[in-house]
């Protein structure tokens, strides 16, 4: 059974950190991270692949790191310099089988 479970939410002031986690069960590879506000559309965060690679979106460029513990398999989203507009609900997705599958996501508040 495939399996993805965040952690490291919270409420944090701008200006601050956070660390997100993203822990897998099963034969998964995690790829990355989402995001989500309200009555926002979902926005690609970070991804990493396999050979190193990153992605990331204009808007953390610079502020937000994702790295990858192979034998963990877990996936990680240092965040910092965090913004109000970085409020979200954060995902984690991964790959397995063709199919993506997502955790439950994990909530980000950022006060002014």
């Known amino acids: 059974q495939v399996q993805l479970v965040e952690s490291g939410g919270g409420l944090v002031q701008a200006g601050g950190s956070l660390r997100l986690s993203c822990a897998a069960s099963?034969?998964?590879?995690?790829v990355g991270w989402y995001r989500q506000a309200p009555g926002k559309q979902r926005e690609l965060v970070a991804a990493l692949t396999s050979s190193g690679s990153t992605n990331y979106a204009d808007s953390v460029k610079g502020r937000f790191t994702i790295s990858r513990e192979n034998a963990k398999n877990t996936m990680f989203l240092q965040m910092n310099s965090l913004k109000p507009e970085d409020t979200a609900v954060y995902s984690c997705?991964?790959?397995?089988?063709?199919?993506?599958?997502w955790g439950q996501g994990t909530q980000v508040t950022v006060s002014s």
């Open positions: 099963g034969n998964i590879f995690i």
């Open positions: 997705y991964g790959r397995a089988s063709l199919q993506y599958y």
